[in-house]
């Protein structure tokens, strides 16, 4: 855990830089180069959607992994685990879409888009931790984590279910048959990872043909990796087939793969950029569903769940420390813009506004998040409970 927290911090900061660097190019003379070159097509498909489509089907394997991992052997694998991250991350999600849906209600072109505010960048938020060093105990950081992988999960859900075209009954049809092929072989036991990622690419190209976006492909596959070692062991879980391939994508999907998608989107020109473009509803049910909806959900859900005496405060955090974090997780860069780029596909005005409320929120999500962490007072944790014997007197 202390691994892929440290891990997953450092990609948020390299996710920042090409965030950054996409938006410093997108707004030079470079511009025209950075635009033309992302729907340049190779074979049937353009650079962007490479970039979207395969490369972002291999972060949700590891999304999946992760999730399963977690659920069967990790922090979500109890109920007792399970609460306060769980209800916190269905707040975070229900009360961002219905801030999104209280600007939108009237337009049912951007409608659609109800879900962009709905995720949070477990990257990008653990990257801002990260700049706080020891103020934010570890705790809160697999709180973060544990709410972050639950959201991952209605994410995915809600692409595989809201965001899908016209389906290709038989391309459907071949991959419900490898699925099954690929939970057989699971079964059955095998543990090399090969015939895996074999059957894998086939199902991500027969999702592709579906109709269902290809990188629920990247989930799907995920679920059927063994988490289990020929020796059968807890203790051996390891060097599960799951863990090994987990840590072999990760430094990739982490420094490469999330800053390439994060450089390929969130470039916008400010070149044309007005006061009504910044306050289209449009805009404003993004950013301040991200900002207010995720506050609102995240740290009224955990708040209510505590107060209620279902769940503990994480161990050396305060109510302020929390309140700090649910800020964090307003910052919803990367699976935002995937959702947002999936609603409107067609549309590249909609689509700026989309990114325009993505960054505004995130970035004073990010900001007040970090203020609010730096200074919060430190939670002294107290001491370990002892059995005390009563010594009677001489």
């Given amino acids: 855990m202390r691994a892929f927290l440290d891990n997953t ?13 996409a ?18 097509y190779f074979g049937p498909l353009s650079v962007q959607h490479w970039i979207n489509d395969a490369l972002m089907a291999v972060f949700f394997l590891l999304v999946g992994m992760e999730i399963k ?18 209800i916190a991350a269905a707040g975070g999600m229900l009360v961002p879409a219905l801030i999104f849906v209280a600007f939108n209600w009237h337009d049912p072109k951007t409608l659609r888009g109800w879900a962009i505010p709905s995720a949070t960048d477990i990257a990008f938020a653990l990257g ?11 705790s809160l950081k ?6 972050a992988i639950i959201d991952d999960l209605g994410a995915v859900a809600i692409i595989a279910v809201f965001y899908t075209g016209d389906l290709n009954g038989t391309a459907f049809g071949g991959a419900a048959v490898t699925l099954a092929v690929l939970a057989g072989m699971n079964r059955l036991g095998i543990l090399r990872l090969l015939p895996y990622l074999v059957l894998g690419s086939v199902l991500w190209l027969l999702v592709l043909r579906s109709g269902v976006h290809a990188t629920v492909a990247g989930v799907l596959l995920a679920l059927t990796i063994p988490l289990r070692t020929s020796r059968g062991r807890p203790d051996d879980m390891a060097n599960s087939p799951l863990h090994r ?51 609102v959900g995240v740290f009224g859900s955990a708040f209510l769940t505590i107060r209620l005496g279902f769940a503990d405060v994480p161990m050396g955090a305060g109510k ?11 910052i919803g860069f990367t699976m935002s813009l995937f959702i947002g780029m999936l609603a409107f596909a067609n549309d590249p005005v909609l689509q700026d506004e989309v990114k325009i409320g993505i960054l505004g929120g995130s970035l004073l999500s990010g900001l007040l998040g970090w203020a609010v962490l730096r200074v919060a007072p430190r939670e002294i944790p107290p001491p370990p409970a002892r059995n005390r014997r009563e010594v009677p007197a001489a």
């Fill in 23 to 40: 938006l410093a190019v997108a707004n030079s003379p470079l511009a025209p180069a950075y635009f033309s070159g992302l729907q340049t």
């Fill in 245 to 295: 391939l987990e840590h072999a994508l990760h430094p990739w999907v982490t420094f490469a793969i999330v800053p390439l998608f994060g450089f390929a989107n969130a470039g916008v020109s400010f070149a044309g950029l007005t006061v009504d473009k910044v306050t289209d509803h449009l805009t404003l049910g993004v950013a301040l569903g991200l900002l207010v909806g995720k506050l």
């Fill in 142 to 147: 697999v709180f973060l984590t544990a709410l």
């Fill in 69 to 86: 991992r977690e659920i069967l052997d990790g922090q979500l694998s109890t109920w007792g685990r399970r609460i306060l991250p769980g």
């Fill in 320 to 330: 302020m420390q929390l309140l700090g974090v649910s800020l964090l997780c307003g």
């Fill in 128 to 138: 801002v931790i990260a700049l706080l060093g020891s103020r934010v105990p570890t």
């Fill in 9 to 21: 911090a450092s990609g948020g900061l390299a996710l920042m830089a090409a965030a950054a660097l």
